[in-house]
Nanobody, 124 residues
Framework: QVQLVESGGGMVQAGGSLRLSCAAS????????MGWFRQAPGKEREFVAGISWVGGSTYYADSVKGRFTISRDNAKNTVDLQMNSLKPEDSAVYYCATKRGSVFYNYPKQYDYWGRGTQVTVSS
């Protein structure tokens, strides 16, 4: 069992920035994918960004590419999401998730463990 806890959410004006962090505890694995997903009211959960723990390969949704940056700290077992040039449509609950293995998927159903989420609200 792995526990994931997100932090760093809040309210920000359009064009502003936020940095989210996800801390993992409990059982850890030699290699896994960590990702960020988001879900707005009335919408399905969607992929935002992912990173491979061993190789550090990154993956981004087209909607955030060039604005968001995902990074990891192997020693601290954390993954961050730097969000710049935020838009109102970025408003959602952001979830940290992880899956075992090094094969990347961008579908929520492929991920094994989830955090409880952190709210991001971008005002216009």
């Amino acid at each position: 069992q792995v526990q994931l806890v997100e932090s760093g959410g809040g309210m920000v004006q359009a064009g502003g920035s936020l940095r989210l962090s996800c801390a993992a505890s409990g059982r850890t694995f030699s290699n896994y994918i960590m990702g960020w997903f988001r879900q707005a009211p009335g919408k399905e959960r969607e992929f935002v960004a992912g990173i491979s723990w061993v190789g550090g390969s990154t993956y981004y949704a087209d909607s955030v590419k060039g604005r968001f940056t995902i990074s990891r700290d192997n020693a601290k077992n954390t993954v961050d999401l730097q969000m710049n040039s935020l838009k109102p449509e970025d408003s959602a609950v952001y979830y940290c998730a992880t899956k075992r293995g090094s094969v990347f998927y961008n579908y929520p159903k492929q991920y094994d463990y989830w955090g409880r989420g952190t709210q991001v609200t971008v005002s216009s």
